[in-house]
């Protein structure tokens, strides 16, 4: 299998895709090596996440960690979603990720932080 069950599902069926009306926080950015291209959108109320969404043109793995990075992100206070790093999405995979492909991985986790950023939620 090339995939883990959990990329090919996220993938296939993701979960958190598409626009978030009345987003307060939205941040896009592309992988120029890969292509890969990731906007999340978020709705923030009281020192945390209370909505996350995410669209963008990417591959398996980078759709798959937006949107668990999605899912993860929600709920969470601003500063425990900023500590979310690459072994928390690499856990929730569940498959062994090449390190020339660890930028799928890591640019949702990018794009959350510049839209964490550009509110002045980032600290």
Do not use: W
Not at 29 to 41: A, S
Request: glycine share 8%; hydrophobic share 45%.
């Amino acid at each position: 299998m090339l995939y883990s069950s959990v990329i090919s599902e996220r993938f296939r069926h993701p979960r958190f895709f598409g626009d978030l009306d009345g987003a307060d926080a939205v941040f896009e950015d592309v992988n120029p090596l890969c292509g890969d291209r990731v906007r999340i959108q978020l709705k923030l109320a009281n020192g945390g996440i209370a909505d996350a969404r995410f669209k963008g043109d990417s591959c398996a793995i980078c759709m798959a960690s937006a949107d668990l990075l999605a899912e993860m992100a929600r709920g969470r206070a601003v500063d425990e979603a900023l500590a979310l790093g690459p072994d928390d999405l690499l856990t929730r995979l569940g498959a062994t990720i090449r390190p020339s492909r660890i930028t799928c991985v890591t640019l949702p986790l990018q794009v959350l932080k510049g839209a964490l950023a550009a509110v002045g939620a980032a600290r």
